[in-house]
């Protein structure tokens, strides 16, 4: 599934959830979910995300990069304690350095580590708060791809692929169809949100 699809699916939960719960979101609340939503493909060496962080779309850079990444984090931890939020980031670079698209990233067991680990490391800059638009944007991405023939390893390490019965092929004019209209029920949300 295309970002944008994941960005505007995630808004738009995102953001009814903000307006259920009496919430004013800003834009910190919309980055948190932006990046929740395109979290989950940095399992792929050519992801959106990836294309800014790795020197070239190859899976031999994205396991070097972020092996490095978890032994830079351990390192900081080691040198001076009290950089807590250096340990919550190893077992996400880790997960990252090995993972294979759709795999432990797209599962309950990758989100519970994402979610948890973005939560202390916001909890300790005191913004915990932040968790929920992510979790969301996170999660929502998950359900987004079940939709798609691929499916998700939801139950990884278990292989087995989980698909809705419906489902459409990436970029496909249903895919559009409901980009245009998650953005237009994100825009409705986010205009309750604020009058
Ligand atoms: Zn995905």
Redesign the pocket.
Known sequence: ?MTKT?ISVGCAVGLAVAKALGMHPGPEYITAIAIGSML??ID?PGSKINRKILPRSKKIDKMAVYTIMAIVAGYLYLKNSNMGFALYTIPLFLMIAFSK??GIT?SILGSGIFIFSIYSISNELGRGILAIPFALGYLM??VS?MLTSAG?QLFYPAKKRIKFLFRFKTNSTFEKVLMYIATAVSIYMGLQCIF
């Open positions: 599934m994941h989950p493909d792929h698209h759709r797209h991405h998950i791809d998700v």
